[in-house]
């Protein structure tokens, strides 16, 4: 057997000794910026040693594997204080996710978040200890013996269930199960903060017992971390939930969960989003419909939802059955009916009103119909988790040779769209087959390339989102990035060949003969609910003054010039913009800072001095003023406004 392995690295291959740990293989790599490694393509820990020939790369510490080693570093540097701090605690599991860390605890007494800044200093404190962390692997019988020792009966649990053999890292006197990998020591984590506390079930199910979650992030350098926690308190302060209710758009009530109530500043922003959609769709050739809000439940088992997607459905027994029960069994599709949570089967009856030849297609019909999903109580999240929505929504019925063609239309309209509303930096991925699906794995190959075909075709660049597509069909993901940074998935452009199957749609051909369709599913803002929750907190909820509910509020200075700051406001009226005249006899000081929390882009301001000349003075939501201005000139101004065509 050979002493030696051939390492590669950077494309130059070299022999080591056979054990050589993989730090050493990346000496000329500084400390501070590596913390882990990739051998082969499987992130491992700096101190693994080589035993085969092995392609290495170094992971640094702002890369996104590199901060992933960090924030579970982390996470386990906040179990070992919490239970130097409160003995007795058990921990459970402990992962990484979006933006930081969390793990879950069972301690005698549920955390608060005046627990935290205790925590925080004990974690400072085993960070400049620079433990020394270790990985060994045990066989099971002898995890199980270590962690019952130490009265961890969740750790003992996960052990039964994992296989053999175990690894376990250890710093200081401490240790956790896992799988790695961690940094080298306990100094590498400097830049961390917990942020919250919230109850939470073991293993998610409300049966099981109540546990303690505490929330954190942790990033590679302090600015880092410093600039995450800025947008964090931007994004507090832009929370679509707060502004929504500062601005009287919409109210949210437990008598309907998930479904917001609209006010009449929200439906001028909800009704201008579709207004602007129902332009597009002249330009691009798309008829509008409407279809029932309830349909028979055979019509889901024929496209699919029944199967995978009943969990979600609101369901209703037939009113004419003797037994006004719900079934939903695998065979309850005979009876009943359901709420649609999508629009795309009840658009297969529109295209089957009338025998269709090639020369009609394609076909595009759209609609803004309400849709209804039972989300779990746990997951609604004000406008951007909801029950109740409305999509700009369009199904596209074409022949094969118009795949390409339709695709590529419609990222033309996304692009138009996203531009108008002030999004940059679109993303593009191409959602492949789900492990749960309908239809051959040939067909879905054949549709994966058609979009990757149709992407190509249109010079975007995209990535691949393996085992994301819709149970039906692959899909085009487009996202946006907003103000704070975050990306938003909003678009979809989705290939079917299977509803057109199931509800065995035809068209006649060139030849006389009859042929299948293909099915584009597609939207654009997506859910109008959520795209109003992201847009708001995009712009603060500064919306560029097309979209603005209050256009612009007139501010009287006295009850002198009240006549005149009601003419002005009747003036605006009567020019198509949406005004309104505080006449109240509060301070202009007052005035203002109400209109602002409102977010009102035009605040005019009228004295005697304006009465008398019959001018206004403008004073803009973003902080800039100006002089008097005749109202001519005012109306001038507000007409030069941007308006989407």
């Known amino acids: ?182 940094v080298p020591s306990t100094r590498y984590l400097k830049a961390f903060k917990l942020t919250s506390v919230a109850g939470a079930y073991w293993r998610g199910d409300e049966h099981n017992a109540m546990l303690s979650r505490i929330y954190g992030t942790a990033f590679a350098s302090k600015e880092a971390l410093e600039e995450h926690l800025k947008l964090v308190e931007l994004a507090r302060q832009r929370d679509h939930r707060k502004l929504g209710r500062e601005m009287g758009l919409y109210i949210f009530d437990p008598i309907s969960p998930g479904s917001p109530f609209y006010l009449p500043k929200g439906v001028i922003i909800f009704n201008a989003l579709i207004d602007y959609m129902r332009r597009m769709y002249r330009r691009y050739g798309f008829d509008e419909v409407v279809t029932p809000l309830i349909f028979k439940n055979e019509m889901f088992n024929t496209s699919g939802h029944w199967e995978n997607f009943r969990e979600n459905m609101f369901l209703s027994p037939d009113p004419e059955s003797e037994t006004h029960t719900v079934d939903t069994s695998p065979e309850g599709w005979r009876s009943g009916y359901g709420v649609k949570p999508m629009n795309c089967p009840g658009h297969t009856y529109v295209y089957r009103a009338e025998k269709r030849s090639y020369r009609d297609l394609p076909l595009r019909f759209a609609e803004f119909s309400r849709l209804h999903r039972a989300e779990r109580s746990g997951t609604l999240h004000g406008l951007m988790r909801v029950r109740a929505m409305s999509q700009d929504d369009a199904h596209i019925f074409c022949r094969e040779d118009q795949i390409e063609d339709e695709v590529a239309m419609n990222l033309e309209m996304v692009r138009d769209v996203y531009g108008a509303l002030g999004f940059e930096g679109v993303e593009f991925k191409l959602a492949t087959m789900p492990d749960k699906h309908l239809g051959t794995e040939q067909q879905w190959q054949m549709a994966e390339a058609k979009l990757a075909n149709a992407i190509k075709r249109n010079e975007i660049a995209f990535e691949i989102n393996p085992k994301e597509g819709a149970f039906y069909g692959p899909k085009i993901e487009i996202y946006v990035s907003d103000a704070l940074k975050r990306k938003w998935q909003v678009a979809t452009i989705q290939l079917d060949y299977n509803m057109p199957e199931g509800f065995d749609l035809t068209y006649t051909n060139s030849s006389g003969a009859e042929e299948r369709p293909v099915m584009i599913h597609r939207a654009i803002l997506g859910s109008l609910e959520r795209f109003i929750g992201v847009l708001i907190e995009h712009t603060g909820g500064v919306l560029p003054l097309w979209l603005a509910p209050e256009q612009v509020r007139v501010l009287s200075l006295s009850e002198k010039v009240e006549d005149y700051a009601k003419e002005v406001a009747d003036i605006l009226k009567r020019e198509g913009f949406r005004a309104h005249a505080d006449i109240r006899n509060e301070k202009l000081g007052f005035k203002v800072r109400e209109a602002e929390l409102a977010k009102v882009p035009y605040m005019i301001v009228v004295g005697e001095r304006e009465a008398a000349d019959r001018s206004v003075s403008l004073r803009l939501l973003r902080g800039e003023k100006s002089n008097a201005m005749p109202l001519t000139a005012l109306l001038e101004k507000l007409k030069q406004e941007p308006v989407p065509a």
């Not at 590669?8 to 740990?21: A, D, K």
């Not at 510490?61 to 701090?85: C, K, N, P, Y």
């Not at 935290?116 to 962390?133: F, G, Q, V």
């Not at 270790?134 to 199980?144: G, L, N, Q």
Request: aromatic share 6%; glycine share 6%.
């Open 1 to 182: 057997m050979s002493s030696e392995v051939t390492v590669t690295l950077g494309g130059e291959s070299r022999v080591v000794p056979i054990g050589t740990i993989v730090r050493d293989v990346l000496k000329d790599v500084p400390s501070r910026d590596l913390v882990a490694a990739r051998v082969d393509g499987k992130v491992v820990d700096l101190t693994r040693k080589l035993d085969h020939d092995a392609s290495v790369e170094p992971i640094l510490a702002e890369s996104v594997e590199g901060l992933d080693v960090i924030r579970h570093s982390t996470a386990h540097l906040m179990a070992m204080a919490v239970q130097s701090l409160y003995p007795g605690t058990q921990v459970t599991i402990g992962p990484v996710i979006e933006d930081g860390f969390f793990y879950d605890f069972a301690p005698a007494t549920p955390f608060t978040l005046e627990d935290l800044p205790k925590i925080e200093a004990k974690m400072r404190e085993l960070s400049k200890a620079d433990h020394k962390i270790t990985r060994t692997e045990v066989p099971r019988e002898e995890a199980v013996q270590k962690f019952s020792a130490m009265g961890e009966k969740y750790k003992v649990e996960i052990i039964n269930e994992a296989e053999d053999p175990i690894s376990i890292y250890s710093q200081g006197d401490w240790m956790d199960l896992c799988r790695g990998p961690h």
